[in-house]
């Protein structure tokens, strides 16, 4: 650090994105990426004239994306916030509704980015403990009297929670916003969406990073009550309201067009999860009842932390936490059978000891 940076910035631990090597080919399973391309409608939306109308600003009220995405859901435009990927919605919400008198709550096993976020907004952390199985116990974020923050189907787990505990949280929580985090919902999960007509105080977010193979292109969406979006709103105006590029307002519009093509990809997740779940059970580990496009599994024949290096050896890339209570899992994402069938060979040699 230069020693110019603010003290308290100084003080924070970064998050740690899941690696991007380069070193050779890998197997690439560990930060829940798409397996399959964009849609060939995207593909066609960033060529040619969207590129040479790049001279232009984009729109910074992304009219076009927020009215496709409103139909698509089936709200108004004004109940939709679009932002640079979901963590920047994450990032504008602990802005908003955190700080240093303004707890938050959320699971201890989760995506890490809330400790971070809390952190970085000085916002204490209520960290509500997991059941043995790694579930959540609803009953715990009952009357939180603070911001609760919830990933459903929650992170480094998949398991979902349904949606009559949801709409419970947001019922009894009604003087706080309660922020349901979706990135993987189209895996399986029950949306909220529907609730925010009813709950005022409901943000929910949705990611195109994952089930819509976008995750370079950086959209995150959120659908809530219209003052909830223009709280949001008022805080990109404040920093970037150019954050959500021409082309990626064009790829998304169009990957929202192609909704066939993306719920069929989700199908054949849906499938391979089922297949690799019970092949990684045979050999004797447990694995998280996932709603997502990935895999929890430990307290098997090898250890987790083994089990990465030794599938990272051969050119397999999965997920290790230092968190110590995932310290015996891996978190596998999803990809295609032929790559999971792959993965599973590769398992069987490791735990066979070949
Ligand atoms: C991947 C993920 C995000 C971030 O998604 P982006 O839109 O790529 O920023 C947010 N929350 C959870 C739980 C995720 O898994």
Same mark, same amino acid.
């Given at each position: 650090m230069s020693g110019f940076l603010s003290a308290h910035l100084n003080t924070l631990t970064e998050y740690v994105?899941?690696?991007?090597?380069?070193?050779?080919?890998?197997?690439k399973l560990n930060t829940n990426e798409s397996p399959f391309p964009a849609s060939e409608g995207v593909v066609a939306a960033v060529s040619g004239q969207t590129v040479r109308d790049l001279r232009l600003y984009p729109d910074t009220d992304c009219r076009l994306?927020?009215?496709?995405?409103a139909d698509t859901y089936g709200v108004e435009p004004e109940n939709v916030f679009v932002s640079n990927g979901s963590d920047d919605i994450l990032n504008f919400a602990f802005m908003g509704y955190c700080g240093p008198d303004r707890p938050v709550l959320f699971p201890e096993v989760s995506y890490g980015f809330y400790q971070v976020y809390a952190d970085l907004y000085r916002a204490p952390c209520r960290k509500i403990p997991m059941n043995p199985d790694f579930s959540i116990d609803?009953?715990?974020?009952?009357n939180a009297g603070c911001?609760?923050? $919830?990933?459903?189907?929650? %992170?480094q787990t998949g398991i979902a929670l349904p949606l009559a505990?949801?709409?419970?949280?947001?019922?009894?929580?009604?003087?706080?916003?309660?922020?349901v985090?979706?990135?993987?919902?189209d895996f399986g999960g029950e949306s909220a969406v529907g609730l925010t007509k009813k709950y005022k105080n409901l943000l929910v977010c949705q990611t195109f990073s994952k089930s819509r193979s976008m995750a370079g292109a950086r959209v995150g969406f959120a659908v809530a009550d219209a003052e909830l979006i223009a709280d949001l709103n008022k805080i990109r105006y404040s920093t970037n309201p150019y954050n959500i590029n021409s082309m990626t307002q064009a790829a998304g519009t169009a990957a929202l067009k192609d909704a066939q093509?993306?719920?069929?990809?989700?199908?054949? $997740?849906?499938?391979?999860? %089922?297949?690799?779940?019970?092949?990684?059970?045979?050999?004797?580990?447990?694995?998280?009842?996932?709603s997502a496009n990935f895999l929890l599994a430990g307290r098997g024949p090898v250890q987790g932390k083994t089990l990465y290096e030794k599938l990272r050896e051969k050119a397999i890339l999965v997920r290790h936490f230092s968190d110590p209570q995932l310290d015996d899992y891996v978190r596998i994402t999803i990809g295609t059978q032929e790559q999971m069938q792959q993965v599973m060979d590769a398992v069987t040699e490791i735990v066979k000891g070949r």
């Amino acid at each position: 650090m230069s020693g110019f940076l603010s003290a308290h910035l100084n003080t924070l631990t970064e998050y740690v994105p899941g690696e991007q090597l380069q070193d050779r080919r890998y197997i690439k399973l560990n930060t829940n990426e798409s397996p399959f391309p964009a849609s060939e409608g995207v593909v066609a939306a960033v060529s040619g004239q969207t590129v040479r109308d790049l001279r232009l600003y984009p729109d910074t009220d992304c009219r076009l994306l927020i009215r496709t995405l409103a139909d698509t859901y089936g709200v108004e435009p004004e109940n939709v916030f679009v932002s640079n990927g979901s963590d920047d919605i994450l990032n504008f919400a602990f802005m908003g509704y955190c700080g240093p008198d303004r707890p938050v709550l959320f699971p201890e096993v989760s995506y890490g980015f809330y400790q971070v976020y809390a952190d970085l907004y000085r916002a204490p952390c209520r960290k509500i403990p997991m059941n043995p199985d790694f579930s959540i116990d609803p009953e715990k974020y009952m009357n939180a009297g603070c911001t609760v923050v $919830i990933a459903n189907p929650n %992170a480094q787990t998949g398991i979902a929670l349904p949606l009559a505990d949801i709409e419970r949280i947001a019922a009894s929580n009604r003087e706080h916003v309660v922020l349901v985090d979706e990135a993987y919902v189209d895996f399986g999960g029950e949306s909220a969406v529907g609730l925010t007509k009813k709950y005022k105080n409901l943000l929910v977010c949705q990611t195109f990073s994952k089930s819509r193979s976008m995750a370079g292109a950086r959209v995150g969406f959120a659908v809530a009550d219209a003052e909830l979006i223009a709280d949001l709103n008022k805080i990109r105006y404040s920093t970037n309201p150019y954050n959500i590029n021409s082309m990626t307002q064009a790829a998304g519009t169009a990957a929202l067009k192609d909704a066939q093509y993306y719920e069929e990809n989700c199908r054949k $997740i849906v499938r391979t999860r %089922a297949w690799t779940k019970a092949q990684l059970e045979a050999l004797g580990f447990f694995v998280t009842d996932s709603s997502a496009n990935f895999l929890l599994a430990g307290r098997g024949p090898v250890q987790g932390k083994t089990l990465y290096e030794k599938l990272r050896e051969k050119a397999i890339l999965v997920r290790h936490f230092s968190d110590p209570q995932l310290d015996d899992y891996v978190r596998i994402t999803i990809g295609t059978q032929e790559q999971m069938q792959q993965v599973m060979d590769a398992v069987t040699e490791i735990v066979k000891g070949r």
